[in-house]
């Protein structure tokens, strides 16, 4: 499971950064490496860039892990570089960013959009699979997430516009339902295709999302 990220757009990033003159930039060596989005070869790059800006970058580092609490830690290491900057740029997903806005009192920027938590299907190739809605309904769609694979998240399908087993969206994509049909046919559970799903009941996923894990009762409501 990873955070697929894709770079925004220069000018956008160039829009952040315009209130400061000392930047520092920030990777990471998990997601955004494997993403090719905040790995050392893109921090470098967007290291010129943002001098092309007319900025001083006051240094730069790949956390090893952008999101998880050695960041602070991490963050030390890099004291001297921190000292001159009046800003960071982050280059990974928003998890990090919240980490390291957390860790550290400077403006915190984004360099990056987080477009899902997806997995590697194959090589180079990620495919979004849950949308953490906090009510799974896979246990009757064949393992398959409706909310993700269909093209507008329907929880009950198909709608009227599948041609053929593919999506009336992008005619190179299977249907969703198709999909969970086939499924639900090899495992002889035809009958859930019937079954009526009512819609997500938002009062029960208020956001933000919280919860508390303790030793006695592991995850409370
Ligand atoms: S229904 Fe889909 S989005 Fe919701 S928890 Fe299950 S896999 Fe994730
Ligand atoms: S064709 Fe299938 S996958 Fe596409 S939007 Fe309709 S139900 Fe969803």
Not at 35 to 49: A, F, I, N, R, W
Not at 93 to 110: D, E, K, M, Q, Y
Not at 157 to 175: A, N, Q, Y
Not at 193 to 199: F, I, L, V
Request: one cysteine or more; charged letters at 25%; glycine letters at 10%.
């Amino acid at each position: 499971m990873k955070s697929i990220t894709r770079q925004k757009p220069l000018e956008e990033i160039r829009a952040y950064v315009k209130p400061f003159d000392r930047v520092y930039i920030v990777g990471c060596g998990t997601c955004a490496t494997m993403t090719k989005t905040g790995g050392v070869d893109q921090v470098q790059e967007m290291k010129e860039e943002v001098k092309g800006f007319g900025k001083w970058v006051t240094g730069w580092a790949v956390l090893p892990t952008a999101c998880d609490e050695m960041t602070e830690e991490d963050f030390k290491a890099a004291e001297e570089g921190l000292q001159h900057a009046n800003c960071v740029l982050v280059m990974s997903c928003a998890l990090g960013v919240h980490r390291v806005n957390s860790s550290f009192h400077l403006p915190t920027i984004p360099a990056l959009d987080t477009l899902f938590i997806g997995l590697e299907e194959s090589p180079g190739y990620f495919q979004e699979v849950c949308a953490q809605c906090g009510q799974c309904v896979l246990g009757e769609t064949a393992g398959i997430c409706p909310l993700t694979a269909c093209h507008k998240g329907l929880l009950n399908g198909p709608c009227g516009g599948t041609s053929h087993g593919k999506c009336e969206v992008d005619s190179e994509r299977d249907c969703a339902f198709t999909l969970i049909y086939e499924r639900l046919k090899e495992q002889n559970r035809l009958d859930l295709m019937g079954k009526y799903h009512p819609p997500r009941n938002y009062h029960v996923t208020l956001v933000p999302k919280i919860v508390t894990v303790t030793l006695e009762e592991g995850i409370e409501p």
